[in-house]
């Protein structure tokens, strides 16, 4: 069993930037990948990025690549969302979410955490 911690969400203008952690207690997630998940309200749950056990490889959803890193400290049990150039559709609740393969799917995460809202003014 994998427990997930989301930190770190906050209200800010247009154009700032944010950095979400996730910290995992119980089971280590070292050996899997980690993904990060957004949700507006009344749309459907939205990829955004995900991380290989070992950090070797990243992937990014569209609306966000160029602007969001992914990263990880295994040390530490943690994976963060570094976010720049925030823009108001970014307004969403984040999951991070830990899953047994690299998948851009969130039927296939099976760990989550609880969510931190992310709100972006104009």
């Known amino acids: 069993q994998v427990q997930l911690v989301e930190s770190g969400g906050g209200l800010v203008q247009a154009g700032s930037s944010l950095r979400l952690s996730c910290t995992a207690s119980?089971?280590?997630?070292?050996?899997?990948?980690v993904g990060w998940f957004r949700q507006a309200p009344g749309q459907e749950r939205e990829f955004v990025a995900v991380i290989t056990w070992n950090g070797g490889s990243t992937y990014y959803g569209d609306s966000v690549k160029g602007r969001f890193t992914i990263s990880r400290d295994n040390a530490k049990n943690t994976a963060f969302l570094q976010m720049n150039s925030l823009k108001p559709e970014d307004t969403a609740v984040y999951y991070c979410?830990?899953?047994?393969?690299?998948?851009?799917?969130?039927?296939?995460?099976?760990?989550w955490g609880q969510g931190t809202q992310v709100t972006v003014s104009s």
């Open positions: 979410a830990a899953a047994p393969r690299n998948s851009y799917y969130s039927t296939d995460y099976n760990y």
């Open positions: 119980g089971r280590t997630f070292k050996g899997v990948p």
